[in-house]
């Protein structure tokens, strides 16, 4: 069984610019999270997709932005890039969006903003 | 205060020594707990899963929960070189049956097995 992906795995960009991350969460799991992890602040919750739907949001400005499609994979958008926003982006998903269901994390996208 | 607060370490054990991890959380209405592991450069990985109090054991891991007390730690025995990363404890803090899922995590603690 697969697990989640994502992609790209590495990613540099300029300030100013967007960019869109995907993740392919393990077949059957309809819950997709995501987080954004630093050396300063650690694994932050970005916001959580269930059935396409934004379920929960995390305190990240409204730059961060995400979707989820019908075949449950999501992408994450990140717009006006900040240097800042260097970060290693994981995704997580579950078979279901239930607090005792356990994620699985993905290989995470290391963004570099220069 | 902090949602989620562990140690940073590093916790140094040497090698077949029983090392023990400690967090503690501040929601008190959340019910699931989890222990992810970490290797540098690479994404945290799930050991242990726990939602009710007491121990929980796995081969060498045993998970430890006292709801009353808002503590959760992880017990590695007879630990070896190859568990020396980053262990994070993560906190579901949604309601169950919310219909959605959020995993706050402490900041992780560095464990270092010496051979």
């Known amino acids: 069984k697969a697990g989640v992906t994502q992609t790209p795995r590495y990613l540099i960009k300029t300030r100013g610019q967007q960019v869109t991350l995907s993740c392919s969460p393990i077949?059957?799991?309809?819950?997709v999270s995501w987080y954004q992890q630093t050396p300063g602040q650690g694994l932050q919750f970005l916001f959580e997709?269930?059935?396409?739907?934004?379920?929960n949001k995390g305190n990240f400005p409204g730059r961060f932005s995400g979707r989820q499609f019908s075949n449950s994979r999501s992408e994450m958008n990140v717009s006006t890039l900040e240097l800042g926003d260097s970060a290693l982006y994981l995704c997580?998903?579950?078979?279901?969006?239930?607090?005792?269901?356990?994620?699985?994390f993905g290989q995470g996208t290391r963004l570099t903003v220069v | 205060q902090k949602e989620v607060e562990q140690n940073s370490g590093p916790l140094s054990v040497p090698e077949g020594a029983i090392a023990s991890l400690n967090c503690t959380y501040s929601d008190r209405g959340s019910q699931s707990f989890f222990w992810y592991r970490q290797y540098s450069g690479k994404s945290p990985e799930l050991i242990m899963s726990i939602y009710s109090n007491g121990d929980k054991e796995d081969g060498r891991f045993t998970a430890q929960l006292n709801k009353a007390s808002q503590y959760v730690s992880l017990l590695i025995r007879d630990s070896q070189p190859s568990d020396s990363a980053t262990y994070l404890c993560?906190?579901?803090?949604?309601?169950?049956?919310?219909?959605?899922?959020?995993?706050?995590f402490g900041s992780g603690t560095r464990l270092l097995v010496r051979p």
């Open positions: 077949s059957g799991h309809r819950s």
């Open positions: 997580a998903s579950s078979w279901k969006a239930d607090s005792l269901i356990e994620a699985f």
């Open positions: 993560a906190v579901n803090v949604t309601p169950r049956m919310d219909s959605s899922y959020k995993l706050i």
């Open positions: 997709y269930f059935s396409e739907t934004q379920r």
